[in-house]
C-alpha cells in the first residue's frame, strides 16, 4: 500500500500534523509539502491525504490548487482529507466549505487536526489579525493527536 500526503501550511502545523499522521499509517508513506516541492504523479499511489491550514476561512491556495488540478485523477483513490484551523466548534462546517464535493463525497476519513498559534514566528500582520480575533497574548500547541490516529485508523 502506497500513500502520498500533500500538505501546505504557513507556520508549520499543518506540516507537524502530517508528519504525526505519516508515522501512524503503514506501508510506504511519502509527504509532499505543496509549499516547497511539486506533487509526483498519483497514478503510483492507491491512498492520497490531502490537508491544510485555515486562513480567513480559507484553506492554502496551494490545497486549493492541488485539489483542482487532481480531480479527476483522485477519483478511485482512498482519499483522506484534513485541516488544521483555529475554530474547533466550526471544524467540521470548514471541511465541507474548502474541498471539492466531489472529493469530500469519496473521501474514506476526513480530520480536524488540531492548531498552534506561534507569534514568534508569525508576520506582523498575521499577529495582529489573531491578537484582535483570538484575544489571546500566549503562543498555543494543541494539535490533537487522538484526532490523528482515530483518521489514520479511518484511512486503513
Ligand atoms: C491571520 C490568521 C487567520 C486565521 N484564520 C482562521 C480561520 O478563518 N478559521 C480558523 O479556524 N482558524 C484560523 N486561523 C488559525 C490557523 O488556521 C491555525 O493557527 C493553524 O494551526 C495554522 O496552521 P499553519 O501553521 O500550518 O499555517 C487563522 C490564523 C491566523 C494567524
Redesign the pocket.
Known sequence: MKTLIVFA???????KAAHLLKDELSGEVSLVNLTEEKPPSLDAFDRVVIGG?????FI?PEVRKFCRKNLEALTGKRLGLFV????EN??EE?IKAVFPRELLSQAAATGYF????NYDV?SFF?RI??RL?SGQKENQFCLREENIKKFAAELE
Open positions: 501550511g504557513k507556520y508549520g502545523s499543518t506540516k491550514s485555515i486562513y480567513a476561512g492554502r488544521c484551523c483555529g475554530l466550526k471544524a470548514q488540531g492548531y498552534e498559534v508569525m498575521d489579525v489573531m480575533v
